[in-house]
């Protein structure tokens, strides 16, 4: 391995446990947050370890094997072991990741994963950084972080296999990129009509393409998209139910509430005492 990586800030912790290593397809060797300025540069040739990052803000730029990828705020990206690669970012780039080691990319494998290397997962920003945060600040043994961690990389995976792909923008389908702007957005009040707009045609036929594509409505997708973050977030008990309501792009806790009873059945609260039996 080389490069300028002295040029970044972050936290990081080291995980590795050789005993461990080998009951296990996979383990988390290392996990951080990197806050890397213009001369970040790191190259690793045949690597034995993959790489799985999220890109918090600014934008960076991947090599695998000769080809260019971008990433950018709210995007995960996978760096597999046994290729050689490097990466820099665009000015400033902060992303959170992991350095997993085993055979990580025949695990990808099973899931149709092995071929693609960025994903659009906007709704994931908190889950992933709470997670590497609890990671690198845990009080708890290496052992009990190693599990921590290695399960949140298994869980994060089947959610890849149905997540938007980021190739060529220009490339994808009119339906494909209205997902991708919910994507986006959905945590926020946004504005369909003005969506539709901007993508130059009406509410009526984006609402019958996209639901012809997917099978439900854009309005119905978004919905998912919230009550799927809700269910999440309200794993982690560091969080108040306001707090989710927010990160939701709730104004109003009732409001989460009632949201959450007519998807679930239960109320928030409820719902996270059930969970933690």
């Given at each position: 391995?080389?490069?300028?990586?002295?040029?970044?800030?972050?936290?990081?912790?080291n995980?590795?446990?050789?005993?461990y290593?080998?009951?296990?397809?996979?383990?988390?060797?290392?996990?951080?947050?990197?806050?890397?300025?213009?001369?970040?540069?790191?190259?690793?040739?045949?690597?034995?370890?993959?790489v799985?990052?999220?890109?918090?803000?600014g934008?960076?730029v991947?090599?695998?094997?000769?080809k260019?990828?971008?990433?950018?705020?709210?995007?995960?990206?996978?760096?597999?072991?046994?290729?050689?690669?490097?990466?820099?970012?665009?000015?400033e780039?902060?992303?959170?990741?992991?350095?997993?080691?085993?055979?990580?990319?025949s695990?990808?494998?099973?899931?149709?994963?092995?071929?693609h290397?960025?994903?659009?997962?906007?709704q994931?920003?908190t889950r992933?950084?709470d997670?590497?945060?609890?990671c690198?600040?845990?009080?708890?043994?290496?052992?009990?972080?190693?599990?921590?961690?290695?399960s949140?990389i298994?869980?994060l995976?089947?959610?890849?296999?149905?997540?938007?792909?980021?190739d060529?923008?220009?490339?994808?389908?009119l339906?494909?990129r209205l997902?991708?702007?919910?994507?986006?957005?959905?945590?926020?009040?946004?504005?369909?009509?003005?969506i539709?707009?901007?993508?130059?045609?009406?509410?009526r036929?984006?609402?019958?393409?996209f639901k012809e594509?997917?099978?439900v409505?854009?309005h119905?997708?978004a919905l998912r998209?919230?009550?799927q973050?809700?269910c999440?977030?309200?794993?982690?008990?560091?969080?108040?139910?306001?707090?989710?309501?927010f990160?939701?792009?709730?104004?109003?806790?009732k409001?989460f509430s009632?949201?959450f009873?007519?998807r679930?059945?239960?109320?928030?609260a409820?719902y996270?005492?059930?969970?933690?039996?």
């Amino acid at each position: 391995m080389r490069g300028l990586y002295e040029n970044r800030i972050g936290d990081y912790r080291n995980l590795n446990l050789p005993e461990y290593n080998k009951r296990f397809p996979f383990t988390v060797e290392q996990v951080g947050t990197d806050y890397c300025n213009e001369e970040y540069y790191l190259e690793r040739n045949d690597s034995f370890l993959s790489v799985v990052g999220y890109t918090v803000s600014g934008k960076g730029v991947l090599v695998e094997d000769g080809k260019t990828h971008f990433t950018e705020q709210n995007q995960i990206f996978i760096l597999k072991n046994g290729h050689s690669h490097y990466y820099y970012p665009q000015k400033e780039w902060a992303f959170c990741w992991f350095n997993i080691l085993g055979d990580f990319e025949s695990v990808l494998g099973v899931y149709g994963l092995k071929e693609h290397t960025v994903f659009d997962c906007p709704q994931l920003l908190t889950r992933f950084s709470d997670t590497v945060n609890a990671c690198v600040k845990a009080e708890t043994g290496l052992f009990n972080t190693q599990i921590a961690a290695q399960s949140f990389i298994a869980s994060l995976l089947p959610y890849l296999k149905s997540a938007t792909i980021v190739d060529s923008y220009a490339d994808r389908t009119l339906e494909s990129r209205l997902k991708i702007m919910l994507e986006r957005v959905c945590f926020t009040a946004y504005d369909f009509r003005k969506i539709c707009s901007d993508f130059g045609i009406t509410e009526r036929h984006a609402q019958r393409i996209f639901k012809e594509k997917y099978g439900v409505t854009p309005h119905e997708y978004a919905l998912r998209l919230r009550y799927q973050e809700a269910c999440s977030l309200l794993m982690l008990p560091t969080l108040t139910v306001k707090e989710i309501a927010f990160k939701l792009g709730f104004t109003d806790e009732k409001y989460f509430s009632v949201f959450f009873r007519r998807r679930s059945g239960f109320s928030p609260a409820i719902y996270r005492k059930l969970i933690k039996k």
